[in-house]
């Protein structure tokens, strides 16, 4: 009479051979979105670097504009619309996916008096820095904030205290600065879109990754 040993032992064989499938899948699928997110970060500084090859007069004024893929007019703008246009060069629409998470979860946002912000608006929600803060770290990464410039790499979102609690944010590139060995940020402060050596010039309040909506 058999003792069930060699049924035993080939239903565990076929139990590690599918493990050892499934690992190999998942390591694949790892790899796969690596690269992917790789490209992705690559695209992304490329559209902010040929954001600066533009005349933009800084201009933050509440305007109304389509809903959604709305934009101020191309030679007006502020900070944050130096954001929006490299990710919307890439097909990612932010004014709609910062609107459409508010929607959700309108609480888990910042509600300023200064703004008379009680509900959500597609017209500038996008657009103001705080808002964006809460969006990056909530469909992003969130990474830390160190005073070690290898720490910042191309394609990372930088927030910025310009001092008197006024928000600032830029993009982070693959250019590197012959002064100090850091890569600069593209961004736009006051005189237009520029490509500078700022990362550590204000007190910085925010770093986070973001790849655009998961598919």
């Known amino acids: 009479m058999g003792n069930g040993l060699p049924g035993t032992r080939r239903t565990a064989k076929v139990a590690l051979a599918t493990m050892f499938v499934g690992v190999l899948a998942l390591a694949q699928a790892t790899t796969d979105e690596s690269s992917a997110h790789r490209e992705f970060l690559k695209r992304l500084v490329a559209a902010a670097i040929e954001r600066t090859h533009h005349v933009v007069r800084y201009d933050p004024a509440y305007l109304k504009i389509p809903y959604p893929g709305g934009d101020v007019a191309a030679d007006t703008g502020e900070c944050a619309d130096e954001v929006i246009r490299p990710y919307r060069a890439l097909g990612v629409d932010l004014q709609k996916e910062v609107h459409e998470n508010m929607k959700r979860n309108f609480s888990a946002y ?12 597609a017209n500038i929600d996008h657009r103001r820095v705080p808002n964006l803060m809460v969006f990056f770290s909530r469909k992003g990464e969130t990474l830390g904030i160190t005073k070690r410039a ?42 237009g879109v520029r490509m500078e050596d700022v990362l550590f010039n204000w007190k910085i309040t925010g770093h986070y990754r973001y790849y655009g909506p998961k598919q």
Do not use: C, F
């Open 110 to 121: 910042p509600q300023r008096l200064r703004w008379l912000s009680w509900r959500t608006d």
């Open 150 to 191: 290898e720490d910042y790499t191309p394609g990372d979102l930088v927030t910025w205290d310009l001092g008197g609690n006024v928000p600032h944010i830029g993009i982070v590139v693959d250019q590197k600065s012959a002064a100090s060995g850091h890569y600069m940020i593209v961004h736009n402060i006051g005189q």
